[in-house]
């Protein structure tokens, strides 16, 4: 009888890791949108944070930075590991930190829609222009720098909006 061939053990979680990562990091696909797919990411970062963020943080406000950091860190993960399935650094199919900055722009503002679209706008202002530091942020290798320039852009964009609601 020839001897039979066996996946290593790793094979099988392999198989499985990668169409999660391509899931996840492209935003359930969205990162594979012809046209403007880091857009496509922020707009499911504004109906993620209106429909599930808004709704936790406006209860407990102290307790959703605490899951927002829990869920970031595999998030950066999730973002290197596409690198990886994609061969590329930051790749246009990874919009997983733009879902992240999304919800990072909106947070304790007002659940309105006008600052919902004004978040929106200085986020993508912001996360394309890359005002330092975020620039650096972008330069760094790994998922966490896919992540952290994004997250800088969120919180720019959060800042000015807050400013704003203060002065207003």
Known sequence: ?????EAPPHAAATRLKRPLVTFFASGAYLGYVPLAPGTAGALLGAVIARVLCIPLW????????????????????????????????????IVI??????????????????????????????????????????????GGGVMLDDLAAGIYANLVLQIARWLL
């Open 58 to 93: 406006t209860r407990a406000p102290i307790v959703f930075p605490m899951i927002f950091a829990l869920a970031f860190v595999p998030a950066c993960y999730v973002a290197g590991a596409a690198e990886s399935v994609w061969g590329e650094h930051d790749s246009s199919h």
């Open 1 to 5: 009888m020839p001897p039979t061939r």
């Open 97 to 142: 930190d733009e879902i992240f900055g999304m919800v990072a722009a909106l947070f304790l503002l007002p659940s309105g829609w006008l600052w919902t679209i004004a978040a929106f706008a200085l986020f993508r202002l912001c996360d394309i222009l890359k005002p330092w530091p975020a620039s650096y942020l972008d330069r760094m290798s790994g």
